[in-house]
């Protein structure tokens, strides 16, 4: 992967971002995300932001080495704290667990004033998201789910509105599952949600055999709640 070609995963989160942007990239790594979209005259400005120090240096020399400095700045801090208020109107963050991507965005409600689309890629827990999401007057507007050298992604795309239109059916599968995934149900969320309930079905299987505790009822009412979601949504599909 390089500023030219980006990985599938980020190549979908690309193609949210809209024209003549001012974009955050938080956890931006390398700044592959910002370079790429730069050297597409795709957006106008662009903040890398990095809290590790290894990526963040390795971000400066990019921005550096492809002469984008004008365009591109490279901050060091943790979450949003990158960005001032009403610096920019679209917010990235990819590759990232659900339930940090949430609190980063939690954390930093208070830059999020001028931000008309948020753009989130997490690789687990993309759950945690859209309940922080409908919590916080966020709609998604699209989501996409993908398969890229045996991993499963989703990409979440929001804009401020009304959430609970999309919530009304069935909230609880809704949120699991991404309300535009589970009715598209392609290749990648039939095989994800596939190996999610035979995991959960294996956890299952030694809770019942474990000794009988409040704790250990709990948890197998919520993986039989779990695994019953997943069969009502991918009843006939195979991948």
Not at 3 to 10: G, M, P, V
Not at 100 to 124: D, F, H
Not at 197 to 210: D, G, H, M, P, V
């Amino acid at each position: 992967m390089n500023t030219d070609k980006l990985s599938k995963r980020l190549e979908t989160v690309a193609k949210y971002i809209p024209k003549n942007a001012k974009f955050a990239d938080i956890g931006s790594d390398h700044a592959y995300l910002p370079c790429y979209m730069v050297k597409k005259s795709d957006v106008r400005f662009a903040i890398a932001g990095e809290v590790v120090e290894g990526p963040f240096q390795s971000a400066v020399k990019q921005v550096k080495q492809e002469g984008f400095t004008s365009k591109i700045s490279v901050r060091k801090g943790n979450g949003l704290e990158v960005i001032e208020p009403n610096e920019v109107d679209c917010i990235t963050i990819a590759g990232m667990g659900g339930t940090l991507i949430a609190t980063i965005l939690e954390n930093g409600k208070a830059k999020l004033g001028a931000v008309q689309r948020l753009i989130l890629q997490p690789n687990i827990s993309a759950s945690s998201i859209r309940e922080w999401l409908l919590t916080n007057g966020w709609t998604l507007i699209a989501e996409e789910i993908l398969e890229e050298d045996g991993k499963i992604y989703e990409v979440l795309v929001a804009e401020k509105g009304n959430p609970y239109s999309l919530y009304k059916a069935n909230k609880e599968s809704a949120l699991l599952f991404g309300p535009f995934l589970m009715r598209e149900k392609n290749t990648a969320f039939v095989k994800k949600w596939t190996i999610e309930k035979k995991n959960w079905q294996r956890i299952l299987t030694q809770l019942e055999s474990a000794p009988e505790s409040v704790e250990n009822s709990l948890k197998r009412k919520e993986l039989q709640g779990k695994i019953k979601l997943v069969d009502e949504v991918i009843k006939n599909e195979e991948y």
